[in-house]
């Protein structure tokens, strides 16, 4: 049985259950990569305004996608033990405040992009697509780890277009370097919920080849990101401290596929938040030393 939102909660408690749901705070994880994405493009510290547009952008898509992923699986969050607890399912929210805030974040996302240039402004509905539809994969195929590491891609991509107005093969580089780190790690969030996904008709990647099979997919794709990291480095010319970045990135994610097994999954969360916010933040701090510092 769903719980009912009180009719007298305030403003503020209201907003901050819309913050909670939508998991405001994690905003911070795909930044980074956004900055990596500017650094690069301008060889050193991007101008002010296109660093506050692509953040805004950033924030905006982001928690547009959180809020659409909610709304969208409300009804199969209230089935799973794992998820019944959101604020949809207990009802501590209704859809249309979520939906407000994905109209919100979706309106903050195309403003930044008709301020930062005319390329961003013409690919932003791609990047919305995105950002709307990637939730709906899992319905209908396995790819849907795919699809999130495309869509998450988007920031350092975003970036990089922000700076320059243009869309160099370096960009594809790095927008390679984010989807194979995010589509990896997706993969191991949904192993917990294989049975589930199975009797419910989830498409997902452990679901559909289980568990060492998901494995083995999510180990190449973290070597992919290890490998074009490295090449991104390597073609761009970037000084030492930006491969010091690389191997304490890639030292990392041999880590997080020590700590998580087929068999125990119970430090996937520290590897989510601790490990991969780690990894996101050495790329970035490692970079800003290779063009601004040195």
């Known amino acids: 049985m769903q719980n009912v939102a009180p009719n007298n909660a305030g403003p503020l408690t209201r907003l901050n259950y819309v913050l909670a749901a939508v998991k405001f705070e994690q905003s911070l994880f795909a930044l980074p990569f956004a900055y990596v994405g500017m650094l690069l493009a301008a060889n050193g510290l991007p101008e002010?305004?296109?660093?506050?547009?692509?953040?805004?952008?950033?924030?905006?898509?982001?928690?547009?996608?959180?809020a659409?992923?909610?709304?969208?699986?409300?009804?199969?969050?209230?089935?799973?033990?794992r998820t019944a607890d959101r604020h949809l399912p207990q009802g501590l929210l209704q859809p249309w405040e979520l939906s407000a805030l994905a109209v919100a974040g979706l309106a903050l996302y195309f403003v930044a992009a008709w301020q930062l240039n005319p390329l961003a402004l013409a690919l932003s509905p791609v990047g919305a697509l995105f950002v709307v539809g990637y939730s709906l994969v899992k319905r209908f195929s396995w790819l849907t780890h795919f699809t999130l590491g495309m869509t998450l891609a988007i920031a350092p991509a975003g970036g990089w277009v922000g700076v320059t107005g243009e869309l160099a093969w370096e960009a594809v580089l790095l927008y390679a370097v984010v989807a194979t780190f995010a589509s990896g790690f997706d993969i191991f969030n949904t192993v917990g919920d294989m049975e589930f996904d199975r009797t419910h008709g989830i498409h997902?990647?452990?679901?559909?080849?289980?568990?060492?099979?998901?494995?083995?997919?999510?180990?190449?794709?973290?070597?992919?990101?290890a490998a074009t990291l490295l090449a991104l480095g390597l073609w761009l010319e970037l000084s030492w401290p930006y491969f010091i970045g690389w191997a304490v990135a890639a030292v990392l994610l041999v880590y997080e596929h020590r700590i998580l097994k087929p068999d125990d999954m119970s430090r996937v969360r520290f590897a989510f938040t601790q490990v991969n916010a780690a990894i996101s933040l050495a790329v970035l701090v490692f970079t800003f030393a290779a063009v601004v510092l040195v």
């Open 48 to 66: 002010f305004q296109p660093f506050v547009w692509v953040t805004l952008a950033m924030v905006g898509a982001r928690n547009a996608g959180m």
């Open 68 to 81: 659409v992923n909610r709304v969208f699986d409300r009804n199969v969050d209230a089935k799973n033990p």
């Open 204 to 225: 997902a990647l452990p679901a559909r080849f289980g568990v060492h099979a998901a494995f083995w997919v999510s180990r190449a794709m973290h070597l992919l990101t």
